[in-house]
Structure formats: structure tokens, C-alpha cells
């Protein structure tokens, strides 16, 4: 069999107070330091033999403000979420794994070292994956768009990046390296050289966002028009949220839910719009992914949680085929085929079999199928899947469910990805059931695209199974526990616990899996706070290139192209209360809207549609982009006020565009 490199999961570290220097241990014994700090969280104990699968989950809450009060780090106490997950639904988990461990998945696995980062290691990859590693490294690429990421940070994100600087200067000063790192008072100085008016309308406008969440917007503010603890603020960093929660002393008091009776959170209508992940150009991802790697630390540090990374190894892994193959080969094989896919087309036909068959069928994901059909059927999957001449109305729904697990789980790298898989687990130490969900929402954005559309398609796969539950009694704590070790104890990563360091695990892995599915279309959308600091990365961007322009003698020239600029922005964005919409793929090359206050992005597509009625497209395949000014593209939400937008983008024009789900 041919083989290529992959990635694999190499450490396991532990992140809690509870545990002893975790991070120091390079012998594998960080694993069991982190599995520790589990079985301390949920307080497990043994109460029958192993045979009977009895296991008890104790709910001490003197334990859990024992938690709280040790450590001296935080002034508040874990959110014991745990106590939602109960041990009858917990024997669920215990009989996953049991079926996990004698399924015999696939072939001999590679042995897996652990190995912890090495000091420093950690601080320069922290700074290379922001961005910033001019900071410890002048002869890396774009210096200048790092002095620019630095000029968006709030009070909390560049307190996270002075930290890791602090940290790897003080590493390198230990081993006598010759890296000049900055001081960290000199690292933000030359921010304001860069355009003094933007620096200081941002910082007014960070301290009125600030004054309005501790003027009566906090998570537990009192009065009319006060937040309350289910409304979530995306127009405020997280970190900065978090800051002023723990400046206040509040006091996360252990949340007592019953079965699927988790808070319903809602965002306040924004309109100019929702983002979702994949709205936005690549161009703007990438700076939506620095800017949330500085933003998920600043969250953590800002909670007193320290977050150690896993370190990815190469191990050799299958080149083409179906099971124990990369995502990324997958999408690559797939793509010949269909393009624009963005989720495995063997993950979609299992999880389409599975609802053809009917999701009333009881015990529908929990019940077994046959491990040696299972088997057979993944060979008879691997040969004749893409001629397609595999006989799917013979395959059983319970077989094709353990098909759909086995998949997951031969991952070479886990779903949750090796670099993000221990900050994953660390969610749950976060003292708010919010800021759990905002961590989420982070990390989840943090994932390479494949992942996140892979998760996402598994996520709304398990929300329908979870919509038949008066059937097949699949509720949403019942299809956490038995996912959450398909998705956690991933390939490589089970043979290096302890049978008990499993159970140990069970409830948090389960809590993080519930998380994912209830709150996914929240989880899944891009923060108002993370997309302005790109909007005005842009906008420095654009002043930059300005004056690099006139540095080069060409003023005269730029001078004729911004008096020509705004009668181009009349013509395509708004002349005599109408707004120019573009559709360069379809017959109607353009057309003319009335702009109105109450005009949204789903009346442009209606009377689109109307004029242009001889259309092959779906509505659901059309979208209204938002295109120029300090957004590369951006495609719309329907519900988008487009004065609203104007004013946050008043150089924007408007583009029609068919959009492919690649969803099969």
C-alpha cells in the first residue's frame, strides 16, 4: 500500500492547577496528567466491577468550590457542567468505547511518541500562526502588515502578545541567542505612527463598548435594557468581556441543567448582517485566523488558563483511498470528481443512507452494527465506491452508522486537529457556560477549512437524528456520550490511556460534544468585533499603499484617481437614492435598486429574480456580495440592512454571484 506524510496526535498536556508540572514531563506522563485533571473535574469512582459498565459520577459541590478557591489564580468557580450528563446516560459511553475497543479498527497503527513542545518552541509558533513573527524574527515576510495587525488589538489581545514575547525573550536570553526580540514597551510605540486619527477613534470606540457592557450590558446587569447571562455580545472582544467579568468579582455559580435543557442563547440582530465561516475571501480568513489566535489566548490568559499545544509528528499515512486518509486527500479525490466539495462524499452518502433508512429507528447511532459486516463492507467501500457500483440497498442502517464512526475515527489526524485538540478539552475549565460558548466559537474558526465543514456537516447531521428523539430516543445528551469518544479518542491517541483515564474523560468529552451540536450556527459564525479589526486592517492597508504612492512622486497621479473615485462610487453604490447591483455572470449585467432604510440583501436577490426569470440558478444558490472598501468580498447575510452597511462600508458596490455548497 502506498503512503504519504500525515500528521498525528504526539502530546497530551494538562492545563490545570490541579495537575503537577504537567508540562515538564517529556516521558508520555503529561497524558496522564491531563486525564488527572479530568477525573478531579468530574470526581469519578468505581462502583461496580468492570462487566456490569456501572460507573458513578459523585457531585460534591464542596469539591467543586474546593476548585475554585485552590488554585489563588481566579475569583470565581468552575462551571461544573458536568452534573447535566447522568450516570445512567453516562453507561452509554462506557459501552462506545467497549464496542470501539473490539471493533477491530483497520490496520496496525504506528506507535505514537509524546513529546511536549520544547521551551520557547511554543511562543514562536504562537507568533509565526499570528503573524508576528517579525517580532523575534527580522528576516520574516511582512513586517509592515504585522506593525498594521498590531494597531487593531484591543487592550486585552496585545497584553496576550506582549506576554509571549516577554516569555520567548526571556527563553532565548537563557540559551544565549542572538534573535533580537523587541521590548515589549517598544512593540506597540510605533502603532500610533501609522494613521493617529484611526488609532484614537478606535480607542474612544473600544472604551464605549467597553462603558456599555459595565454600564448595565454585563453578563448579570440588572435593569431594562440590560443584557442578561443568555444574550451573547459579538461587537465586544471576548477577552475584554471576560476582563470586566472578573474585574466585577461575579461569581459563576455551579449551572445545574437537566437533560437538553441548556441556556437559549441569542445574538441582538445586527444589521449589517451575520458573517458565517466561508462568507468571507481567503484573503480575509487569514486575517480573521491571526486575529482569532490572539483573540482565543487573550480569553484563557485573561481567565488565569494557561494553554499548552500539542506537537504534530509526520507519520506515514494512506495516499488515496476511503478510511485512514487525510481530509485533505480526500477533498483532493472528491474534487476530480464533483467540484467545489468541501465534505468527504463517503461521509455524505453514509450520513444520507442513514436518514433514507429513517431516523425514527431506535437506538439509531447508540446500537451496533455487525463488526464483521462492518468490516466486509468497508472493503467492499474502499474497492468499488467511486465506480459506484457498491450495492448500498443492501448495507443496514446500524452498519452504516458504525461505518460513519469507524470513518471518524481512522482519521490519521483527529477532527479537532492535533494543535487544537488540548484547548478543545480545556474549554470547559472557562467559568461561564458563555465564555465556554465563546471559546468554542473561536476554535471552531480556527480549523482548517476541511475540518470545519466536516464538523459542521456531522454537527447538523446529528442535530436531525436529535429532532426524531421521541422515536429513536436519541436525545441530545444521548448522542453526545456515544459520539464523543469516536471524536476524541482518536487514532493513535486510545492506546496511550488507561482504561479507568477513559472513563475519567467521559463526561467532559461529552459536555464539549453537546456544546458543538446545540449551539452550532452560533459556533459557526464569525464575531462583529473580529470582523471590524479586519475592516480596519484593510482600511491601514489601503492608507498604506497611499503613501507608499506618493513616496514614489506618483501624488499627481492619485490626486486625478480620487477625484474620478467618487463618481465611480455614485454610479455603482448610490446615485439619487439608488444603489448600482452588478451580476457579470448572468444576462442582466446590472441593475438599479432604490436604496431605503428598511431595503434588505433578500429584497436585491427577490426583485433580481423577478426581472431575470429565464434563471437556471436556485435562490438558495444566489448571493448578494459586499465587495471593495475595507472588506475584500463578503458574501451576505439575507438579512442585511444595506444602509446599515453603507455607513460601516461607504465605498462598497454590490455584486450577484452563484455560490457553490460543494455539499455533494
Not at 131 to 159: N, P
Not at 544 to 558: P, Y
Not at 649 to 662: C, D, F, L, R, Y
Request: with cysteine; charged share 25%; proline share 3%.
Amino acid at each position: 500500500m502506498s503512503r504519504d506524510q500525515g500528521v498525528v496526535l504526539t502530546a497530551f498536556i494538562s492545563n490545570t492547577d490541579l495537575a503537577v508540572s504537567c508540562t515538564e514531563q517529556t516521558d508520555g506522563s503529561g497524558l496522564s496528567c491531563l486525564v488527572n485533571s479530568f477525573m478531579n473535574s468530574a470526581n469519578w469512582s468505581r462502583s461496580s466491577v468492570r462487566k456490569t459498565g456501572q460507573y458513578n459520577v459523585q457531585r460534591s459541590k464542596a469539591h467543586a468550590a474546593s476548585l475554585g478557591s485552590s488554585s489563588g489564580k481566579s475569583p470565581y468557580q468552575r462551571c461544573n457542567s458536568q452534573e447535566s450528563l447522568d450516570e445512567k446516560v453516562m453507561v452509554d459511553y462506557y459501552k462506545e468505547l467497549e464496542i470501539i475497543q473490539h471493533s477491530g479498527d483497520a490496520e496496525h497503527h504506528e506507535e505514537v511518541q509524546l513529546k511536549v513542545a520544547d521551551e520557547g518552541e511554543q511562543e514562536e509558533a504562537w507568533l509565526t500562526e499570528a503573524g508576528l513573527a517579525t517580532l523575534f524574527d527580522e528576516s520574516a515576510s511582512d513586517g509592515e502588515d504585522s506593525m498594521v495587525l498590531l494597531s487593531t488589538l484591543t487592550r486585552t489581545q496585545a497584553a496576550a502578545v506582549e506576554r509571549r514575547v516577554e516569555t520567548l525573550k526571556q527563553t532565548l536570553r537563557k540559551r544565549n541567542k542572538t534573535y533580537i526580540v523587541p521590548d515589549v514597551r517598544d512593540i506597540f510605540k510605533p502603532l500610533s505612527s501609522l494613521d493617529d486619527v484611526t488609532s484614537t477613534e478606535r480607542s474612544v470606540s473600544d472604551k464605549q463598548e467597553v462603558q456599555k457592557l459595565e454600564n448595565g450590558a454585563g453578563p448579570d446587569a440588572q435593569g431594562a435594557g440590560a443584557e442578561t447571562e443568555t444574550d451573547i455580545n459579538l461587537e465586544v472582544s471576548f477577552s475584554e468581556q471576560a476582563l470586566i467579568y472578573k474585574e466585577g468579582l461575579k461569581v459563576a455559580q455551579p449551572q445545574h441543567e437537566a437533560d437538553d435543557k441548556l441556556p437559549d442563547f441569542k445574538v441582538s440582530q445586527d444589521k449589517t448582517g451575520q458573517t458565517r465561516a466561508g462568507d468571507l475571501s481567503a484573503e480575509d480568513m487569514k486575517k480573521v485566523r491571526r486575529l482569532v489566535v490572539i483573540e482565543m489566548s487573550a480569553l484563557f490568559d485573561t481567565c488565569g488558563i494557561e494553554l499548552k499545544t500539542h506537537k504534530a509528528l509526520k507519520i506515514r499515512v494512506r495516499e488515496s483511498g476511503l478510511f485512514g486518509v487525510p481530509l485533505s486527500t480526500l477533498l483532493e479525490q472528491d474534487q476530480r470528481r464533483i467540484p467545489a466539495t468541501k465534505v468527504p462524499l463517503i461521509l455524505q452518502h453514509l450520513i444520507s443512507h442513514i436518514e433514507e433508512q429513517g431516523l425514527d429507528t431506535e437506538g439509531v447511532l447508540r446500537i451496533p452494527g455487525s463488526a464483521t459486516r462492518v468490516k466486509a463492507v468497508c472493503q467492499e467501500l474502499e474497492q468499488n465506491f467511486y465506480n459506484g457500483t457498491f450495492p448500498w440497498e443492501s448495507l443496514k442502517q446500524h452498519d452504516a452508522a458504525s461505518l460513519l464512526k469507524l470513518f471518524i475515527r481512522e482519521l490519521p489526524s483527529p477532527l479537532l486537529t492535533v494543535e487544537n485538540f488540548s484547548a478543545f478539552i480545556s474549554v470547559l475549565k472557562l467559568p461561564t457556560k458563555k465564555q465556554q460558548l465563546q471559546a468554542l466559537n473561536l476554535l471552531v474558526l480556527l480549523l482548517p477549512e476541511p475540518n470545519r465543514d466536516t464538523l459542521k456537516a456531522l454537527m447538523e447531521f446529528f442535530q436531525r437524528v436529535i429532532d426524531h428523539k421521541d422515536k429513536n430516543k436519541m436525545t441530545l445528551n444521548n448522542v453526545a456520550v456515544v459520539m464523543a469518544p469516536n471524536i476524541f479518542m482518536c487514532k493513535g491517541f486510545r492506546s496511550k490511556i488507561r482504561e479507568q483515564e477513559e472513563f475519567a474523560m467521559a463526561t467532559g468529552t461529552a459536555n464539549i460534544v453537546r456544546l458543538l451540536i446545540r449551539y452550532q450556527n452560533l459556533l459557526w459564525t464569525i464575531p462583529k468585533f473580529i470582523l471590524n479589526q479586519v475592516r480596519r486592517h484593510n482600511t491601514e492597508n489601503q492608507r498604506k499603499m497611499n503613501r507608499d504612492r506618493a513616496v514614489k512622486k506618483l501624488l499627481r497621479k492619485m490626486t486625478h484617481d480620487r477625484e474620478k473615485a467618487p463618481d465611480k462610487q455614485e454610479k455603482n453604490t448610490e446615485t439619487d437614492g439608488f444603489i448600482r447591483i452588478q451580476a457579470p455572470q448572468f444576462s442582466m449585467v446590472s441593475m438599479a435598486v432604490q436604496l431605503t432604510d428598511d431595503l434588505k440583501a433578500s429584497d436585491v436577490l427577490t426583485r433580481f429574480l423577478h426581472q431575470e426569470r429565464s434563471l437556471s440558478v436556485k435562490r438558495e444558490d444566489l448571493c448578494l456580495f459586499e465587495t471593495g472598501g475595507n472588506i475584500k468580498e463578503r458574501c451576505l447575510d439575507e438579512e442585511t440592512y444595506i444602509s446599515a452597511l453603507l455607513e460601516l462600508n461607504p465605498s462598497a458596490e454590490w455584486v450577484i454571484k452563484s455560490v457553490q455548497h460543494g455539499l455533494g
